[in-house]
């Protein structure tokens, strides 16, 4: 268990309103994912963070937005939702404890809904 | 540039064997394998790095030829529990994933 949560898990949302999904971790990871996951896709990375206040986009970064200013939180927004937008969010940390590369280890996700 | 799986999808009964392919058109540093059951989260299963060994985890184990860039994940007896779908990710650098579109496998009684 990595001690990953994410909140809200279920969310649905009108198309321009803004929306923020939050993830929590409890082990002090420095680094961070953000990835949508659609039905032929896969999972596509949107932001990521190698620390506190450093973060850069990912392959499919346009109108989503990302803080972090504690270790422990990492914050994306949808600025102004849009039905593209519905899809299920996924969290990620890598702990690089033992090796150089990059694990990652999945929060439980986040099912956004924008109508 | 996403990498290639297949093949999309498999049926197996239980026992039999399976190989799940991955491949990219870039050079690569290592490889991850996930597995995701439906309606949960991705699950890390193994990682090959560059010059590094092939991985085993229990009867499901993986290689990685560097000069073709290319992954093989090998499911061997399957179990009713092998089901779900395995994504590769390949890291070019940098710690940053892309993954592949996922296999789905499903194992029958």
């Known amino acids: 268990d990595a001690g990953i949560t994410q909140s809200p898990r279920h969310k649905v949302t009108e198309t321009g309103t803004p929306v923020t999904l939050r993830c929590h971790q409890t082990?002090?990871?420095?680094?961070m994912y953000w990835y949508r996951q659609d039905p032929g896709h896969g999972l596509r990375l949107i932001h990521y963070?190698?620390?506190?206040?450093?973060?850069d986009k990912g392959e499919v970064s346009d109108g989503y937005s990302v803080s972090r200013s504690k270790t422990e939180d990492f914050l994306l927004t949808l600025e102004s939702a849009t039905s593209s937008q519905t899809s299920v969010y996924f969290c990620?940390?890598?702990?690089?404890?033992?090796?150089?590369?990059?694990?990652?280890?999945f929060g439980p996700g986040t099912r956004l809904t924008v109508t | 540039q996403q990498p290639v799986q297949s093949p999309q999808a498999v049926i197996l009964r239980e026992g039999e064997d399976a190989v799940i392919n991955c491949s990219s058109s870039?050079?690569?540093?290592?490889v991850h394998w996930y597995r995701q059951k439906h309606g949960e989260a991705p699950v890390f299963l193994m990682i090959?790095?560059?010059?590094?060994e092939q991985k085993g985890h229990d009867k499901i184990s993986a290689s990685f030829n560097e000069k073709k860039q290319q992954s093989s994940l090998y499911l061997t007896a399957s179990q009713l529990s092998y089901s779900g779908t395995y994504f590769c990710?390949?890291?070019?650098?940098?710690?940053?994933?892309?993954f592949g579109q996922g296999t789905e496998l499903s194992v029958k009684p």
């Open positions: 990620a940390i890598t702990p690089r404890i033992l090796t150089d590369s990059y694990e990652q280890y």
């Open positions: 082990e002090n990871h420095r680094y």
């Open positions: 963070s190698y620390g506190v206040k450093d973060t």
């Open positions: 870039k050079a690569l540093y290592s």
């Open positions: 090959l790095l560059k010059g590094g």
């Open positions: 990710g390949t890291e070019a650098q940098g710690g940053k994933l892309i």
